[in-house]
């Protein structure tokens, strides 16, 4: 796996068709006779998390910690990354005399 700064949480939608008579019919269709490698996967970096999702421990997570508890950390790290950022560009400027 790689190291834990560089992961960041993403959704991972699978989508798939099924031929049925109901909703809940085309589910146990797909939960019955599919595959994972039967479905096409969309993945996104997440930017929220669906209610039923929040408290869950995501799949391969490494430690304990829920979907929102490492979507929260995963917003203060960039944050804190983009705030260094400004503060360096700004120290230079000043070492510089440009400001």
Do not use: K
Request: proline share 4%.
């Amino acid at each position: 796996m790689s190291e834990p700064s560089t992961r960041r949480l993403y959704r991972v939608v699978a989508v798939g068709y099924a031929w049925a008579a109901s909703p809940d019919e085309a589910q146990e269709v797909i939960e019955t006779e599919a595959s994972l490698s039967d479905l096409l996967l969309s993945c996104a970096e997440a930017e929220a998390i669906e209610p039923e999702w929040e408290e869950c421990e995501p799949y391969g997570a490494d430690d304990d910690r829920t979907c929102a508890e490492l979507l929260q950390a995963q917003r203060e790290a960039q944050h804190a990354a983009e705030l260094a950022s400004f503060v360096d560009q700004n120290q230079m400027s000043l070492e510089e005399g440009t400001i």
